[in-house]
């Protein structure tokens, strides 16, 4: 029988997944969250199908082995690619991150001209196009990969004027063609919220995921029934825990800057014994 007050575990390829770890924290503030971010194999943007999606199933066998009672899989990357694959493989309440912010692009534009920024991967696989075609066939989506914005956050230049300057360059296109809306349809873009929302003009509404995936976690662990019980996350025995397949200090630092928690312990893992 699973146990209500065991953790949920949250997985990206980086620090990006971070911002949906933030999220999950404001929206379940007594749920204890277990994170992994691969960030000795970063970027997955780039890579396969097929290497994302054994790089998610090592990841669910780790989680696994720290007895989660639910998976989010905070990377749309991932998403985009794997998720069918895992979901069937393993028996665990799993959600993603494309699903709820497609739904909340939909739900925000007013004159169905919606962008999508993502990873070359994500975008490729047009899934987010799907998703929102589903909802709304009236709907326009226009996909933009933006490779280099996830080096420059990895890299903490969130408000660098090099960042500035990609920014120009990779939004211009979707500028020119009038779209209400912008999905920021990969983790680690929410940490340039500040950076779009300057080449794009306070008019556009910019989509986190995040927010949205937080609230269907929500719905899913109450229809579950696996809320946890406690009242609080107070001691270090029960509170949320750090993994990474790289350096555990660097990541640590980052996620400070991210995480407003006292409590953060960072360890570094051997992802391909999983
Ligand atoms: N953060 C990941 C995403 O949401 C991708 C970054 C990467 O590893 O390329 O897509």
Do not use: W
């Not at 909340?104 to 929102?132: D, H, L």
């Not at 075609?133 to 709907?139: H, P």
């Amino acid at each position: 029988m699973t146990d209500n007050n065991a953790p949920i575990g949250v997985f990206d390829s980086g620090v990006g997944g971070l911002t949906v770890f933030r999220e999950i924290m404001r929206q379940l503030p007594n749920e204890r969250i277990v994170y992994f971010g691969d960030t000795a194999r970063v970027p997955y943007g780039s890579k396969s199908p097929e290497t994302v999606t054994r790089y998610s199933e090592q990841i669910v066998n780790f989680l696994k082995t720290l007895n989660v009672k639910a998976i989010v899989v905070a990377c749309n990357t991932a998403s985009a690619l794997a998720m069918e694959e895992i979901e069937n493989k393993y028996d665990i309440p799993m959600i993603e991150v494309v699903k709820p912010g497609a739904k909340a692009a939909a739900e925000a534009t007013q004159n169905n001209r919606i962008g999508v920024i993502a990873t070359e991967a994500t975008i490729k696989s047009n899934i987010y196009c799907r998703y929102i075609k589903n909802l709304n066939n009236e709907i326009s989506v226009t996909g933009k990969a933006c490779p280099l914005f996830v080096p420059l956050v990895e890299e903490g230049l969130l408000n660098d004027p090099v960042t500035i300057d990609i920014a120009g360059r990779y939004l211009n296109d979707l500028i020119k063609i009038d779209i209400d809306t912008l999905i920021l349809g990969c983790t680690h873009y929410p940490l340039l919220h500040e950076t779009i929302t300057r080449i794009m003009g306070g008019k556009v509404a910019l989509i986190n995921p995040a927010y949205e995936t937080a609230r269907k976690l929500k719905d899913l662990l109450t229809d579950l029934n696996l809320l946890t019980e406690n009242k609080t996350l107070k001691d270090a025995s029960h509170s949320h825990r750090l993994y990474v397949s790289d350096s555990a200090e660097k990541f640590k630092i980052f996620a400070n800057t991210i995480i407003n928690y006292r409590n953060l312990t960072t360890k570094t893992i051997n992802i391909e014994e999983y």
